[in-house]
């Protein structure tokens, strides 16, 4: 991998340039006012996860949704899964999903997108695309309208890079999202820009000196307006080009363009689709670095760097924050840096930051003085020290002025900080982001978690995530609840858990309050295909015809369900559909005290773990 040194031979020109302030760096910059009137910059959600409450624009958000689109939304994919398996439903499938109950008797789904670079990113948007009831490939696969169908949608790291862009680009299929469409302008989506490498991008080392010049110089007015800047904020620029509205393709090394600065993640509340509560409420994760006093003891998963019982915030477009029992606050996301109660922050939210929050891994690179020179991120940081210099600050972290400041004195341990350091959200260990849907305020009845990080030396998932979080669960007790899984990574491998669909939590009590998790990973490659989705992380450029071959093969890993052998290899199970339709009902079915019937019992038997 070529390396960013030769950036410091720009350094002069840099400081040639920041005087012109180019359009993007004033769009960046987040602006200070006095907050309105009755503005409060702490909502307490409380610590006992039985008391705690939404947001009342989220809870509204949600209400309007389950009143409006759920109905219609869930009707249709009832309709696409009947017509598409050979196998009859039980009465009580339809009659949930068909609304004849009323929609408070309708399921509450989630979907969780796993981080894992652009590797996860594809493998998500595959699933996805799978799901969408638009895509009449997925409705002729009996999956269609899964998607339109779900409350919540969260992502982290890659995963995030796919639920903020589909969000905030007005939720188009997933193709047009990643390829983008010919209609694209100045203010519209672009694509994913896939060929042009996310960290490195340019044709050659004298191209990505003068992107990364750019970069810093984008981030110069945020610090002039005095707020803190840091790697993350330079990453987050790389991925405006292809994650948030403004860039396309012909106009990517524009340099008096905007390429997304300005706009925001609580600017998502803005879009049509989310004014019309057409899509699913997105969440973006990211794991908090904190100071610990000497002696106090955490647990740390194999290999990861952030402890397990560290708070995990949220962001979202209305709030940031976390459910976590040691904290149990928000802020709204419109004003997330305010300095104090009485002067709010303005535009501190750039989708582009976020998106570089929840994927920022560099910290892991931070091991010595000359580790961190020789790596990635060194001459960025170096830079950074030159034309920015700050006091007190991890340059290796997203920095965020803490609005909990001075809150839940006994149990959070960054209430004396005046910064929380925020870093990748799978630093845990935790790749796929199920905790905001683990959320008792929430009440998910299911949750499809969708896991494609590089646990394998072959760059497959081995389980890892869904331990790390029951660990977790059990750490925070009775916080979150979570279904049974497999303890070990060598049961998940043995048992081909990560090769098909499994189910977890079928024969939970009703008193367990966990929902049941549809785990699709990326394990394998399907039906005898040579593979084409394990990539290494590293990897962060895709062309054209990489990337459809990768959501080609994605389509075939959600569709195929438990592969069954016929005469020349395997073939796709075609009760899978009605199977995945049993797992979304199981909960609103037992809610009505109504008991498994038809082939719902068969796919229990085949597809859950116990």
């Given at each position: 991998m070529k390396t960013f040194g030769v950036c410091f031979i720009a350094c002069a020109c840099y400081l040639s340039r920041v005087s012109g302030q180019a359009l993007a760096a004033q769009k960046y910059a987040p602006t200070l006012q006095p907050c309105p009137g009755g503005t409060a910059l702490v909502r307490e959600a409380g610590s006992n996860a039985?008391?705690?409450?939404?947001?009342?624009?989220?809870?509204?958000?949600?209400?309007?949704?389950?009143?409006?689109v759920l109905p219609n939304a869930w009707a249709s994919y009832s309709r696409n899964v009947q017509q598409n398996t050979p196998v009859a439903l039980p009465a009580y499938v339809d009659t949930i999903l068909s609304g004849l109950l009323g929609k408070e008797a309708l399921p509450n789904l989630g979907i969780a997108s796993s981080g894992g670079g652009l590797r996860a990113?594809?493998?998500?948007?595959?699933?996805?695309?799978?799901?969408?009831?638009?895509?009449?490939?997925?409705?002729?696969?009996?999956?269609?309208?899964?998607?339109?169908?779900?409350?919540?949608?969260?992502?982290l790291s890659g995963g995030s890079w796919l639920v903020s862009s589909l969000s905030q680009a007005d939720f188009p299929t997933l193709p047009d999202l990643i390829f983008g469409t010919q209609q694209a302008d100045a203010d519209g989506f672009g694509g994913w820009i896939t060929p042009e490498n996310l960290l490195q991008p340019g044709a050659n080392s004298n191209e990505t000196a003068e992107f990364l010049e750019l970069f810093v110089e984008e981030v110069h007015g945020k610090w002039?307006?005095?707020?803190?800047?840091?790697?993350?904020?330079?990453w987050g620029r790389s991925l405006a080009r292809h994650f948030v509205n403004g860039?396309?393709?012909?106009?990517?090394?524009?340099?008096?363009?905007?390429?997304?600065?300005?706009?925001?993640?609580?600017?998502?509340?803005n879009v049509s689709t989310f004014r019309a509560y057409a899509q699913p409420f997105p969440i973006v994760i990211a794991d908090s670095l904190v100071n610990r006093p000497n002696g106090t003891v955490v647990i740390i998963e194999p290999d990861e760097i952030v402890p397990l019982v560290n708070p995990i915030y949220e962001f979202n477009a209305y709030e940031s924050g976390s459910f976590d029992p040691m904290l149990g606050a928000f802020t709204p996301t419109k004003f997330l840096g305010s300095p104090n109660s009485s002067v709010c922050a303005l535009g501190f939210d750039q989708l582009s930051f976020i998106q570089g929050a929840s994927s920022n891994l560099f910290n892991s690179m931070n091991t010595s003085a000359a580790a961190l020179a020789s790596s990635a991120i060194g001459p960025i940081i170096g830079l950074i020290e030159e034309t920015m210099p700050q006091t007190g600050l991890r340059l290796d972290a997203a920095d965020i002025p803490n609005p909990f400041f001075?809150?839940?004195q006994g149990t959070f341990v960054d209430t004396n900080s005046k910064i929380l350091s925020l870093v990748d959200g799978g630093e845990d260990g935790q790749t796929t982001p199920l905790q905001p849907l683990l959320v008792r305020a929430r009440g998910l009845d299911t949750i499809i978690a969708i896991d494609a990080p590089a646990d394998t030396s072959d760059n497959f998932a081995?389980?890892?995530?869904?331990?790390?979080?029951?660990?977790?669960?059990?750490?925070?007790?009775?916080?979150?609840?979570?279904?049974?899984?497999?303890?070990?990574?060598?049961?998940?491998?043995?048992?081909?858990?990560?090769?098909?669909?499994t189910f977890f939590g079928c024969n939970s009590a009703p008193d367990a309050g966990d929902a049941l998790v549809v785990y699709i990973a990326n394990g394998g490659a399907p039906l005898g295909e040579p593979p084409l989705t394990?990539?290494?992380?590293?990897?962060?450029?895709?062309?054209?015809?990489?990337?459809?071959?990768?959501?080609?093969?994605?389509?075939?890993?959600?569709?195929?369900?438990?592969?069954?052998?016929?005469?020349?290899?395997?073939?796709k199970d075609p009760e899978w559909p009605a199977c995945l339709a049993c797992a979304v009902v199981d909960?609103?079915?037992?809610?009505?005290?109504v008991q498994r019937d038809g082939v719902c019992v068969s796919c229990f038997e085949r597809y859950c773990w116990s």
């Open positions: 039985y008391t705690q409450t939404l947001g009342d624009e989220e809870a509204g958000y949600i209400a309007a949704r389950r009143s409006l990113a594809l493998f998500g948007a595959g699933v996805l695309s799978a799901l969408d009831g638009r895509n009449q490939s997925s409705v002729q696969a009996g999956l269609g309208g899964l998607l339109q169908a779900a409350q919540y949608l969260s992502g002039a307006a005095g707020f803190p800047v840091s790697v993350a904020d330079v860039t396309t393709a012909d106009d990517f090394a524009d340099a008096t363009l905007a390429h997304g600065a300005g706009l925001t993640l609580s600017g998502v509340a001075g809150l839940a081995d389980g890892s995530s869904l331990i790390a979080t029951q660990t977790r669960v059990q750490l925070l007790k009775p916080a979150y609840a979570f279904p049974p899984v497999p303890s070990t990574q060598t049961e998940y491998l043995a048992q081909n858990l990560t090769k098909r669909p394990n990539n290494p992380t590293a990897k962060l450029s895709y062309t054209a015809d990489e990337a459809q071959a990768v959501l080609n093969q994605v389509f075939d890993v959600a569709t195929q369900g438990i592969p069954v052998s016929a005469a020349g290899g395997e073939t909960r609103a079915r037992r809610r009505l005290g």
